[in-house]
């Protein structure tokens, strides 16, 4: 165990998701030892979160990494066009809806984050990051989680630890050794991903919206000059909006694109990548962690895509965590303090996720009251549109879906002081 004499408390942080590599790097600059495990060997991978918010971009700011972040290639969301049955009913110039130098949202590639904040971890010498690591099960202890059982470069080996972080994700391996079930309600839908290359008529930071008899689609810019893609599909239709053939899926999507993305799906059709299926998800564990071991991010309560929710609660969950954990784990790293640290975490972090995902559920429940007052929007003018906007981002429902539906600081700073 840790004392100030004695060799640092050691942290296993499974998943270098954002949830997992921003703890890693909050609690290895405090002095405790770190070994972060990740089952890829880089960070670019199938699709995954782009979209940072408000909420999120401050966790990133109260951790003091915002210089990196801003300096990071990204691209805000400038325009919003929504169509209905092929016909556009909104178009929505963000600057003049919000405030000068406001962001809704800034699109940034996730892999090029995860290597920024492994990079900045790795100037600890208590850091270490396993690459292409497989975790094949939780080591045990009298009932407590002591360590990890690891598979990687074509050997098995246990690691120890003083205590058990699982970011892991919404197909979290120790939640499922754990036996742990998510509570929550029922997704109706999947959703669909693809990427393209980028053509007329699309130009930069354009995103759009579509809604179609049975579901909604979007699209917004990716990195690399591409566009990303979702078609939201009933749950499990996946085979069928697959089809026999390797085109039917691109048939299937091109029917439903409005009129500005079924132009450039056209010209770049031949380019377009494979589908990747999202598995829509959204719940909470009863209870977020056991005896040795706390689970976070998507492992705990994966969220609805709706809104781009998850990478922003992932990064807001970390700077809770560490401020919880870290004095235990300075202070002697006694078992019981450590679980009662993660008892309070999750108190704290509970009624933000349970906000954010009930109004999460609450908007798919409203896409049919959009299709119905599609006809009326397409005649209001923009600046009265404009004007409902602002009125809309200003509301405390929808400010604290954007920024957060509570506060977050940083409070334990590095050398074990209190702000």
Known sequence: MSSSNAVPAHVAIIGAGPAGALTAYLLARMGIRITLVERHHDFSREFRGEGMTPGGMEAIRQAGLWEAFDALPSEPIRTIQMFARGKRFLNLDMGRILPAD????????????????AERSGAFANFTLLRGTVVRDLVVTDGRVTGLRLAGEGSDFDIGADYVIAADGRYSVARKRLGLELEGQKQEFDVVWCRTPRADPLGPGEAYGFLLDDYFGLAFPAEDNHVQIGRIIAKGSYRQFRGQEGDDWKDH?????PPPLADMFAKVRDKVSDPFLLDVICGMLPKW??????????????????GAQGINIALRDSIALANHLGPVLLGGAKPDELDSAA??????????????QSQQNDATQRLPRMQAMAPVLRLVPSALLAGLGRFLLSRSSIKRFIEGASRIELTFKPGGGRS
């Open 102 to 117: 406001a962001q809704l949202i800034r699109l940034m590639p996730q892999p090029l984050l995860l290597e920024m904040l």
């Open 253 to 257: 999507l091109a029917s439903v694109l």
């Open 343 to 356: 008892q309070a975490f999750e108190a704290e972090r509970r009624p933000e996720v349970s906000k954010i």
């Open 289 to 306: 962690s056991v005896p040795g071991l706390v689970l976070m991010g998507d492992a705990a309560h994966p969220m609805s895509p709706v």
